[in-house]
């Protein structure tokens, strides 16, 4: 069974900076693309940004380019989401999500912007912004 982990969460000043980290156990990520979504309170999840299995593409929402990098770290069984200049509009809680490759082919584009196309999630880390 694939378990996720997310972790690096916390109370930042705006402008500050966060690594927010999803780790798996099961099964290796290699075969799943991943994507972070977050979740405001009184609003619907919205997907952050997602890298693909296959050819390691990358999507970002457009509120974040510039500020907020993906990666993967294939041998730590781990994917990243590095932020830079944080907002006040940033603050939600954040899940990390996988899906296999070999499920429906979906753009990392449609991907990100259908929370339920991915099966597997994690419990969620807070990321509050403020001042």
């Known amino acids: 069974q694939l378990q996720l982990v997310e972790s690096g969460g916390g109370l930042v000043q705006p402008g500050g900076s966060l690594r927010l980290s999803c780790a798996a156990s099961?099964?290796?990520?290699?075969?799943?693309?991943i994507g972070w979504f977050r979740q405001a309170p009184g609003k619907e999840r919205e997907g952050v940004s997602c890298?693909?299995?296959?050819?390691?593409?990358?999507y970002y929402r457009e509120s974040v380019v510039g500020r907020f990098t993906i990666s993967r770290d294939n041998a730590k069984n781990t994917v990243y989401l590095q932020i830079h200049s944080l907002e006040p509009e940033d603050t939600a809680v954040y899940y990390c999500?996988?899906?296999?490759?070999?499920?429906?082919?979906?753009?990392?584009?449609?991907?990100?912007?259908?929370?339920?196309?991915?099966?597997?999630w994690g419990q969620g880390t807070q990321v509050t912004v403020s001042s």
């Open positions: 099961g099964y290796r990520l290699d075969d799943y693309a």
């Open positions: 999500a996988a899906r296999f490759s070999g499920a429906i082919i979906l753009t990392v584009q449609e991907m990100c912007n259908t929370p339920l196309a991915f099966p597997h």
């Open positions: 890298i693909n299995s296959s050819d390691e593409s990358t």
